[in-house]
């Protein structure tokens, strides 16, 4: 390398020609990847002449040599500080356009080529720069010289923790195997990404990961902290130990003063990592914080902060709000700190109890929330060991962060309240240390702040009820700065309880003409941040009212971790109805997921909450489950949405668009069962009884109750009204319970897109033994596809998916699947020389079977066997066809493999034989 080397930059050539011309076609440029390579091999050469010379001229030449790794190593960084605009794009959209360049000038470090014209997205290369700048500097080299490249090496991290995924071209620069310019997973990538994080420190900074022994079960400290002293003293009295917090949401701890607060509030103290307002950078972009990070206590400033998990944020979402949920989601984050706890110490887990979480004292012993309080004061649950407490008895037990990188940020960053009811009167906080007590209501009704109010009617006799709400912290910050006045009028639904007719009053008049004031920044930044819904109905009122109605404002999202939970386990992603479905391949931002769903469901708001509850489910289903998921590879939404709804018709004896009603009626948990029930093909039981609960509706006589439950659980007492088993997978003998049966299991697997085994390997089988396959009006082709993709690959699966979920019918969808499976069993002495129409094969089979049913005077000759198509089912397929067991004389198989060998035969010259073995 010597003399080959730039003398300014010390950068290198990618290559030297015979000619002698460094980099022949590509003079003058500089790859990231063979740079780093370079100055690992200089380094390397220092450190045996610094570990192994014998004379000060071996000194000498270690220093030389690692002045030239240094100079080298900056020349990089400098490269790509010049594209810091890059690192803050790519971070926040993971889009390929906005990736660093995988080349520079070997003399300038400017870039050599254009955005679109290189395969520049090469996460193993930037991932090699931070894994041997980190090796380097702990060698005790200086490669980083201020605080601005330090800011810039975090923002390098936040570039590359992604990489899981997030498709890139990977070390050989082109993307997958067919050269048309496509990104792919790349092993090589996400390896890298991994090594160059452990040893910056970012992943496993304990080195846990090299432990022999194998690490004790951890003990799980929980405080329960009630909402005000009443509740506490009421716990008490049935044995249960809680704290309590002052008006500043904080809790005293052996002269310490622990303030608690949401978990949201970290997420956004992380974002100052790495932020850099002279570089443009803003840092760690913002995400759900996990159970993990929740389960410890953070120092900043000399004092102490804890912070309750994420799903217990009743601001988020609605499914918060669901008492039978959130005890199920802790009793699954108990089971996975106990699973994935490495970290010293033992995990303290913080649960605000609130009076709506309960009810009436007298009703608590069928409260959810009150049995999980009692199992979690037992010290035992679902195979954990808990330990219930106060802040007191924990402090030395704790794993404690120090947040240093806080320590040059305001100290308000956590000057927020933590507890507040469902439904309270909040006045603006006293300066004192008393406590705070708050007036409470016992109501069940999703709050105004809900993505959908999944009650469509009110209990009859219930009022509304005037509330008086502070402003949010940072508006009353400005308020109070101002001396304006904080009277505020009673809300409902965001608007004033007085008639419309009713003129403004003098303090409400001044008090909007000031906020009118305010700069757009600082309404925008009140609006992104509050976590009032009134406070918010201001501001946008004050938009609506400056700007205009088509004023559009920007507001940062954070990435949705639900979709990643899937596409990284090789799920892909389908929203809206067949006739409108859009796919979802790979991550994107939160703001542009909700835009993909609204676009996908239309105006239907229903739709799109349920689709994003569906989504939930299916993340916490696929971590805690994997199994569930086996042969899926494609989740349709709407699909799962219809078959949801056509087996609440069934089970209800209802018409579909009440059961679409029922659906929405059903609380978050209930929901949850369902599906879980759906995908687990469990028998279930639709109990409909009368009672109070929280999925409730209006009714003239009575309020009615839907649960989802296994059979043995449903109780038959004076209030069941009716239930109907469903989706039977271990069906009775008797006629009544078998009718039906397979046409609803072809139909749900069919919405779930569950394939046999190996199917699509079958289906490449098929592609050899044929010129293609003809479905639904597509093609699969047998060249170039057996060319391009190999039987186990990914991207073949999905190819087959994409033309089997073009078929709008889930059981249609299934019979097709029969078919293909069975070509895939033909043995032809040579390959057909033709395309196998599966459709065809699935009409001749079904007129085989219609020909049959009328000679034994089956179910069928009393519909189709009259007039084809009457039974009103896709494609004119008799539904009794669609209702057969697979196997059987009369099964599909039987029919589908005649037909089969009957379709073939028709085409092929007489020469061929075929048979299926």
């Known amino acids: 390398m010597a003399g080959r080397e730039d003398p300014v930059t010390g950068l290198l050539p990618a290559f030297i020609t015979k000619d002698g011309i460094p980099g022949g076609q590509f003079q003058g440029h500089a790859w990231i990847r063979d ?85 520049h997205l090469q996460i193993d290369a930037t991932s090699l720069f931070l894994l041997i700048l980190a090796q380097m500097t702990a060698s005790g080299i200086q490669i980083v010289y201020n605080l601005d490249e330090v800011d810039f090496i975090q923002n390098l991290i936040f570039y590359i923790e992604t990489a899981y995924r997030t498709p890139d071209y990977g070390i050989w620069e082109r993307g997958d195997k067919t050269n048309h310019g496509q990104t792919e997973l790349n092993s090589t990538s996400i390896g890298m990404a991994k090594e160059g994080l452990v040893n910056i420190g970012e992943i496993d900074p304990l080195n846990r990961r090299l432990c022999t022994l194998p690490k004790p079960e951890p003990l799980v400290q929980v405080v329960l902290l009630a909402e005000d002293r009443e509740l506490h003293s ?45 570089m443009g950078l803003t840092g760690r972009y913002k995400k759900i914080i996990g159970v993990l990070s929740t389960s410890m206590l953070y120092s900043l400033h000399g004092k102490l902060y804890a912070f309750y998990p994420s799903f217990l944020d009743q601001e988020t979402f609605y499914l918060s709000l669901d008492n039978e949920l959130l005890v199920d989601v802790i009793s699954t984050d108990l089971s996975y700190l106990k699973a994935n ?39 035992y649950m679902n195979g954990v060991r808990l330990h219930l407490g106060n802040f007191s008895d924990f402090l030395s037990t704790c794993c404690e962060i120090n947040m240093t990188f806080l320590e040059n940020v305001q100290s308000s960053i956590w000057s927020r309240n933590v507890l507040t009811p469902r439904r309270s009167t909040v006045s603006i906080l006293p300066a004192d240390d008393t406590e705070l007590e708050r007036p409470r209501t016992y109501s069940d009704s999703s709050p105004i702040g809900g993505v959908v109010k999944k009650s469509r009617a009110t209990p009859a006799g219930e009022k509304k009820q005037e509330m008086s709400i502070s402003l949010s912290p940072s508006l009353r910050h400005l308020v109070v700065a101002k001396g304006w006045s904080t009277r505020r009028q009673s809300y409902s639904g965001g608007r004033f309880l007085r008639s419309s007719r009713e003129s403004p009053k003098p303090e409400e008049r001044r008090e909007r003409s000031l906020m009118a004031t305010l700069a757009l920044e600082d309404l925008i930044h009140e609006l992104e941040t509050s976590t009032n819904v009134f406070d918010q109905t201001d501001i946008l009122h004050l938009l609506h009212d400056n700007y205009g109605k088509d004023y559009e404002i920007t507001i940062s999202g954070t990435p949705c971790t639900i979709v990643t939970d899937l596409l990284v386990r090789q799920k892909t992603i389908s929203v809206g109805q067949p006739n409108n479905e859009i796919h979802i391949t790979q991550p994107l931002p939160q703001y542009e997921l909700l835009d993909l769903i609204f676009r996908a469901c239309g105006k239907d708001h229903s739709a799109v909450a349920l689709t994003q509850e569906i989504l939930v489910y299916l993340a916490m289903f696929i971590r805690s489950e994997p199994g569930l998921f086996d042969e899926m590879l494609r989740l349709r939404i709407g699909l799962i949405q219809n078959v949801m709804v056509i087996e609440l018709a069934r089970s209800l004896n209802c018409s579909n668009e009440d059961a679409v009603d029922q659906l929405l009626l059903l609380g978050p948990f209930e929901l949850k069962n369902l599906l879980y029930h759906l995908l687990s093909r469990k028998e279930f039981t639709v109990d ?8 409730t509706v209006s009714t003239d006589k009575a309020v009615r109750q839907l649960s989802i439950v296994t059979p043995n659980k449903v109780h038959r007492s004076g209030k069941l009204k009716e239930q109907v088993k469903a989706l039977e997978t271990g069906m009775s003998e008797e006629e009544g319970d078998k009718l039906g049966q397979w046409r609803r299991r072809r139909r749900i697997d069919g919405a779930l897109n569950r394939v046999p085994p190996d199917f699509y390997t079958q289906v490449w089988h098929c592609l050899e033994k044929c010129d293609g396959l003809f479905i639904g009006n597509q093609i699969l082709p047998k060249f170039p596809t057996i060319h391009e993709m190999t039987a186990g690959e990914l991207k073949f699966a999905l190819k087959v998916e994409s033309v089997l979920n073009s078929l709008p019918d889930p059981e249609y969808r299934q019979l097709v699947v029969e078919v293909l499976m069975l070509t895939a069993l033909i043995n032809p002495e040579r390959p057909l020389p033709q395309i196998v129409n599966v459709d065809d094969v699935i009409r001749t089979a079904n007129f085989l079977f219609v020909v049959d049913q009328k000679e034994c005077n089956g179910l069928a000759s009393q519909c189709c066997g009259q ?17 057969s067991a697979p196997s059987g004389v009369y099964g599909t198989m039987s029919y589908l493999s005649r037909a089969l060998l009957q379709t073939i035969q028709q085409n092929l010259p007489r020469d061929y034989s075929c048979k299926i073995s």
């Open 234 to 278: 009421q716990l008490k009295n049935n044995g249960i130990s809680t704290q309590t917090l002052n008006s500043f949401g904080q809790a005293r701890a052996h002269g310490e003063m622990v303030t608690v607060l949401p978990a949201k509030l970290l997420g956004e103290a992380y974002q100052y990592l790495g932020r850099n307002s002279k």
């Open 867 to 883: 007039m084809r198509g009457s039974c009103g089912a896709y494609w004119s397929i008799c539904s009794h066809f669609y209702d």
């Open 688 to 695: 409909q009884s009368f009672g109070s609960g929280k999925a």
């Open 35 to 119: 740079n780093v390579y370079c100055a690992l091999s200089i380094w390397a050469m220092a450190l045996s002449f610094r570990g192994h010379g014998e004379g000060e001229e071996d000194k000498q030449a270690a220093k030389e040599l690692e002045k030239n790794a240094v100079r080298l190593m900056r020349s990089l960084l400098l490269c790509m500080l010049g594209q810091a605009d890059k690192v803050e794009a790519f971070k926040k959209t993971l889009n390929k356009d906005y990736a660093l360049h995988a080349k520079f000038n070997m003399s300038t470090c400017a870039s050599v080529v254009g955005d679109y014209e290189w395969g």
């Open 341 to 379: 706890w490495k970290l010293m110490g033992c995990p303290l887990l913080i649960l605000p109890i609130l009076w709506s979480m309960l009810g009436q004292e007298d009703s608590w012993d069928s409260s959810p929330v009150f049995k999980l309080l009692r199992n979690i004061n037992s010290g």
